[in-house]
């Protein structure tokens, strides 16, 4: 599914100028490799450079500066409707074709790899150009669709620009990595992360957006997933566990039960996200037992919060128990 293209997303200026300035040299690489934590704005930039290579090929020297495309464009309505003849995205597809609402597939087959090759045997359609974009290259069918990709890339197509979004370019095949330049995003700082949370969440109460901007961690994205689950409420829960050890159990058990409705499952998701970091900012100025508890704590947290996912754990029991390692954190 092609998604509409918006304005730039904020920060990292910096990978931004430095494609743009890729972008005006005599010879475009043919292969880019985008890398940074997820919900940076990787595959949301990527949407709209790949926009601008196109619509630049088609129209040279008649464009504004910088990534602008104007909206009678004829390169913008096209991607925008799905239907540009030189443009290809690769995501995971829908398990079910008729419920595109439900879950994805694992995996970008090695089929929608190879999908590509008609498009390949033939030259681009509107100007010397094309763009194929993967979101993410992490979630190619292995061995297979690796393999199929590093081909291509090994011996490009004549025009074609490929962009690959990775959260994890360590799990890469060390040949694609190597025929790629890559392109580092960064997570936001804690302003940057308020200005563009209180821009799409304009009805959040400050302390709201503060909880965000924490739960977060730099992600736009992330913290946008965890939008109307009231991450302040959570926050203040475990800081009031943390504070005291909630020696009679009781802070603890009316969360785990809150936790555990069939309501509560996003909220459950995301406090299971959040108890690490939550014991990892109350760490920061810890020495000492104290610090090794902490650390211990977190590491706890991790590993539970992995085991809780992966063998579908009883949601109050798990929660009580996250609960329990917040509660190591008064031991000073």
């Known amino acids: 599914m092609i998604q509409q293209l918006g304005a730039l997303p904020a920060g990292n200026a910096d990978a931004h100028a430095a494609l743009r300035a890729a972008m005006t040299g005599e010879a475009l690489h043919h292969a880019w490799l985008f890398t940074g934590p997820q919900g940076v704005g990787k595959a949301s930039f990527a949407r709209i450079a790949a926009m601008r290579m196109l ?18 464009n004829r390169t913008r309505a096209l991607i925008n409707a799905g239907s540009h003849p030189d443009y290809r995205e690769l995501t995971r597809l829908p398990k079910d074709a008729d419920k595109p609402e439900q879950d994805l597939a694992r995996s970008i087959t090695i089929a929608q790899v190879r999908a590509l090759q008609p498009m390949f045997a033939t030259t681009p359609s509107m100007s010397p150009r094309r763009v194929v974009l993967i979101d993410s290259v992490d979630d190619l069918e292995r061995p297979g ?14 025009g074609t620009i490929f962009i690959l979004i990775s959260h994890s370019p360590g799990r890469l095949l060390p040949t694609i990595r190597s025929r790629c330049r890559r392109l580092r995003f960064d ?6 992360m308020a200005q563009v949370l209180r821009a799409q969440l304009p009805e959040a109460s400050g302390d709201e957006i503060d909880a965000l901007v924490r739960a977060g961690d730099g992600s736009p994205g992330r913290a946008l997933g965890y939008a109307g689950l009231d991450m302040a409420a959570l926050d203040r829960a475990m800081a009031a566990i943390a504070g005291d050890g909630d020696r009679a159990n009781a802070q603890r058990s009316k969360l785990s039960k809150a936790l555990a409705l069939k309501a509560a499952q996003p909220r459950y998701e995301a406090f299971l996200d959040r108890v690490p970091s939550f014991i990892a900012e109350a760490s920061a100025d810890r020495t000492g037992d104290a610090l090794k508890t902490a650390l211990d704590a977190y590491d706890a947290a991790r590993a539970l919060a992995i085991s809780a996912r992966a063998l579908s754990l009883d949601q109050q029991a798990t929660a009580y128990e996250m609960a329990g390692l917040v509660a190591k954190l008064a031991a000073r």
């Open 145 to 158: 669709a690796s393999n199929a990709l590093l081909k291509n890339l090994e011996e490009p197509p004549a």
């Open 55 to 72: 619509a630049e090929a088609a129209n040279p020297g008649t464009l504004p500066t910088g990534f602008d495309v104007p909206e009678d």
């Open 187 to 192: 997570p936001l700082d804690d302003a940057m």
